[in-house]
């Protein structure tokens, strides 16, 4: 976990390391002030599949690590495992109104910035939201891609992240929308583009192409691609390539 400031009209975020799913690590943002409650719980990564066939999104699923005493109380206020998103609303807003539930402003349901998060109905219409289909005029659309360019610029600015990292114990599993951990080849069933400040998910299996080097991760296009690769996908890469032809047999030809 950690803070990010920028001068001038200062934002101080925090950025949560989830775990890894969709070919990536995923991380989320959310405000310097609530990071002291989010270190009150653990985390993990949960995969959400529509079931109209509109793809699937990455949500901040948390829990508390231990419930005894000193837990008691937080417990009480928001229970002990849910949507950090909505965990962080009624620590902070009160409960829920019947019908409603917490949706993200910019459509990027990892952004959990209090600021990005809004009470919408319970119907499915934040779905509609985060794949850009309702009509929308212009202050809520420019609104929705100021917010969403913060989001990636602090993801941009993160330092290359080690693919050798250690998950911490209380880094779980990931979870599928039926709240059972997802195998290794269920979390492979969508990709994300993996440019870390891009939250692109493909709509339909190998929708996005392949690093034609390394042949390991996905890109939505190729601009993702070349930002990725100057953020430290090249060392990566070259790395995995070389250990494809370290490991293959003697007189086979690298494919």
Same mark, same amino acid.
């Given at each position: ?66 419930? %005894?005493?000193?837990? /008691? $109380? *937080? ?8 949507? !950090?998103? =909505? ?61 969403? %360019?913060?989001?990636? /610029? $602090? *993801? ?8 050798? !990292?250690? =998950? ?66 090249? $060392? ?20």
């Amino acid at each position: 976990m950690a803070a990010r400031r920028r001068e001038g009209n200062t934002v101080r975020m925090g950025v949560v390391f989830l775990g890894s799913i969709a070919g990536k690590h995923k991380y989320m943002l959310l405000e310097a002030t609530d990071i002291s409650f989010a270190r009150k719980f653990g985390f993990r990564v949960l995969l959400d599949l529509d079931k109209n066939g509109n793809g699937a999104r990455i949500y901040a699923y948390c829990f508390v690590p231990r419930e %005894d005493s000193s837990s /008691a $109380a *937080l417990i009480a206020q928001c229970g002990s495992e849910g949507f !950090f998103h =909505e965990l962080l609303w009624r620590h902070t807003f009160g409960s829920l109104p019947p019908g409603h539930r917490v949706g993200h402003r910019n459509g990027i349901t990892v952004d959990n910035r209090l600021a990005n998060l809004e009470l919408v109905k319970a119907d499915g219409t934040d779905w509609k939201r985060a794949l850009g289909k309702p009509s929308e005029g212009p202050e809520t659309a420019d609104r929705r891609r100021v917010d969403s %360019d913060l989001y990636r /610029a $602090a *993801l941009a600015r993160l330092p290359p992240f080690p693919e050798e !990292f250690a =998950e911490p114990r209380h880094f779980l599993a990931p979870l599928g929308s039926d709240g059972l951990p997802l195998s290794e080849d269920s979390q492979e069933l969508f990709r994300e583009c993996h440019y870390v400040a891009c939250v692109k998910m493909e709509s339909e299996m190998r929708e996005f192409s392949r690093c034609s080097r390394c042949r390991k991760v996905r890109y939505c296009s190729g601009s993702c691609q070349t930002l990725d690769w100057e953020q430290g996908h090249r $060392a990566r890469c070259v790395e995995a390539v070389r250990a494809k032809i370290d490991n293959r047999p003697r007189g086979a030809c690298l494919r």
